[in-house]
Antibody, heavy 124, light 110 residues
Framework: EVQLVESGGGVVQPGGSLRLSCAASGFTFSSYWMSWVRQAPGKGLEWVANIKDDGSEKNYLDSVRGRFTISRDNAKNSLYLQMNSLRAEDTAVYYC?????????????????WGQGTVVTVSS | QSVLTQPPSASGTPGQRVTISCSGSTSNIENNYVYWYQQLPGTAPKLLIY???QRPSGVPDRFSGSKSGTSASLAISGLRSEDEADYYC???????????FGGGTYLTVL
C-alpha cells in the first residue's frame, strides 16, 4: 500500500524558514517523480514543485523559485521541501504527492497518490 | 487567477448526469494530458481521471473524462450524495514548465 506521511509544518514568522519532510513507503521511491502541492485556507490546489526520480530535474512555481528548494534522499525514501523567506501568502496545507515514472513530465502521471498534508502558518 | 478555468459550482439531483468543464490553452490542455481530482470535505485530494480519460482502479465507471482542443470535461453519471465534493482539473504546462490546476468546482447533490 502506497503511504506518504508529511511532517515539519508549524507556525513561523514572516521571513522565517521551515523544512517539510515526506516519508514514502509501499513503492519503489527511487523510480518516481514526486511533487509538493499546497492549498491555502478555503482556496484551491496549487502545485509548488516537483523533482525527477534521480533528482536531476526540479521544477518550481514562479512565486516560490529562489525561496523554496525541493530535494530527495532515495536511500531514506524521503522527499523534502526547504522553505526560506516565508511570506503570509505561503500559509497553506502542504501535500506530498507521488507522480509517475518517465523521462519527461509530459508523459508522467501527475499526483496519483497524496499524503494527508502538513499545515504551515506564516504569521507574526 | 488559475491558469485553467473551471466553473466555481455545479449541481444535480441523485441519478442525474452532470458535467464539469475545464478550459485552458495550447501549452497545457491541448498538448498534454488532463487529470481530474476529487476532494471530499476535510480530506486530501484523490486522483479520479488520468491521461484524459483513464480511471485508476477502484474509481467507478460513473466517472469519465474527455478532451477536445484546449478544453476538457469530467462527466459524472448516476449522481450520488457521496459525490458532493470539490473537483479539480490539472495538466502540465509546457510554457510555465509546471503543473497547473483549475480553480476547482464544488458539486452539490440536491
Amino acid at each position: 500500500e502506497v503511504q506518504l506521511v508529511e511532517s515539519g509544518g508549524g507556525v513561523v514568522q514572516p521571513g522565517g524558514s521551515l523544512r517539510l519532510s515526506c516519508a514514502a513507503s509501499g513503492f519503489t521511491f527511487s523510480s518516481y517523480w514526486m511533487s509538493w502541492v499546497r492549498q491555502a485556507p478555503g482556496k484551491g490546489l496549487e502545485w509548488v514543485a516537483n523533482i525527477k526520480d534521480d533528482g536531476s530535474e526540479k521544477n518550481y512555481l514562479d512565486s516560490v523559485r529562489g525561496r523554496f528548494t525541493i530535494s530527495r534522499d532515495n536511500a531514506k525514501n524521503s522527499l523534502y521541501l526547504q522553505m526560506n523567506s516565508l511570506r503570509a501568502e505561503d500559509t497553506a496545507v502542504y501535500y506530498c504527492a507521488r507522480d509517475g515514472r518517465g523521462l519527461i513530465m509530459k508523459v508522467v502521471i501527475i499526483a496519483d497518490y497524496w499524503g494527508q498534508g502538513t499545515v504551515v502558518t506564516v504569521s507574526s | 487567477q488559475s491558469v485553467l478555468t473551471q466553473p466555481p459550482s455545479a449541481s444535480g439531483t441523485p441519478g442525474q448526469r452532470v458535467t464539469i468543464s475545464c478550459s485552458g490553452s495550447t501549452s497545457n490542455i491541448e498538448n498534454n494530458y488532463v487529470y481530474w481530482y476529487q476532494q471530499l470535505p476535510g480530506t486530501a485530494p484523490k486522483l479520479l481521471i488520468y491521461r484524459n480519460n483513464q480511471r485508476p482502479s477502484g474509481v467507478p465507471d460513473r466517472f469519465s473524462g474527455s478532451k477536445s482542443g484546449t478544453s476538457a470535461s469530467l462527466a459524472i453519471s448516476g449522481l450520488r450524495s457521496e459525490d458532493e465534493a470539490d473537483y479539480y482539473c490539472a495538466a502540465w504546462d509546457d510554457t510555465l514548465r509546471g503543473v497547473v490546476f483549475g480553480g476547482g468546482t464544488y458539486l452539490t447533490v440536491l
